[in-house]
């Protein structure tokens, strides 16, 4: 899933503020990785009967499932967007981020964060080089070329309902169906072992209290 979020929606992390989405797949990224080494340590614990190699597995393995609990996206897509349209778009120094909404647009044949209406609030736009010219962005035109955004005709420009945002969201929802659900299920298989883990554990512990009360 970390992969996933990373790989394909790379062309759009830059507009999240503070990364939230490429910090969330960096997390479950880190997190499969510690699953699979945790798991090995696991298998060599039971065939062991190791104690204490087997209550660092439950250790991390907590902590892992905790981790991956925290790493779900948040709502802050919606404000970031609209944050970045209006304060950070077109300004010195902030090139990826601009490209990840130019490409954002094109991609959804959209404008703006909930409307291109949004635009008309941007710095980009009200700026003095293009005060009183440009209306939105390039990337918002259904032809893009340049100097495009200069005229806001339905014709020109994607006006569409919801603006990014609702095409956006349900672009993400439709993907992260299948991959939730089996996220759920990995996280089950998870559960299950912590709890088998910990039962596993107190039977070894109490052989061993009952052995040495035997002495």
Not at 10 to 30: D, E, H, P, Q, R
Not at 72 to 94: D, F, R
Request: glycine share 6%; net charge negative; hydrophobic share 40%.
């Amino acid at each position: 899933m970390g992969l996933w979020t990373l790989l394909e929606k790379s062309s759009y992390i830059a507009f999240l503020a503070n990364s939230t989405l490429s910090v969330s797949a960096y997390i479950l990224i880190f997190a499969g990785s510690v699953v699979m080494v945790t798991g090995f340590l696991g298998c060599c614990s039971l065939i062991r009967e190791h104690k204490t190699c087997l209550s660092i597995y439950l250790a991390i393995l907590i902590s892992v499932y905790t981790a991956e609990l925290a790493a779900g996206i948040s709502e802050e897509l919606k404000e970031s967007l609209n944050e970045t349209i209006v304060h950070t778009y077109g300004q010195p120094g902030m090139t990826d981020i601009t490209y990840a909404i130019d490409h954002l647009q094109q991609d959804f044949r959209c404008c703006g964060s909930t409307s291109y209406e949004d635009w008309s609030y941007s710095l980009y736009i009200n700026t003095s080089e293009y005060s009183g010219h440009r209306k939105v962005p390039d990337s918002c035109c259904k032809t893009m070329t340049l100097t495009c955004g200069e005229r806001d005709h339905p014709s020109n420009i994607y006006k569409v309902e919801g603006g990014c945002i609702d095409i956006l969201e349900e672009f993400i929802q439709k993907h992260l169906l299948l991959i939730g659900a089996v996220s759920i299920g990995i996280a089950c298989f998870q559960l299950a072992g912590v709890m088998l883990s910990a039962c596993f554990l107190h039977i070894l512990y109490k052989e061993e209290k009952e052995a040495y009360n035997a002495i």
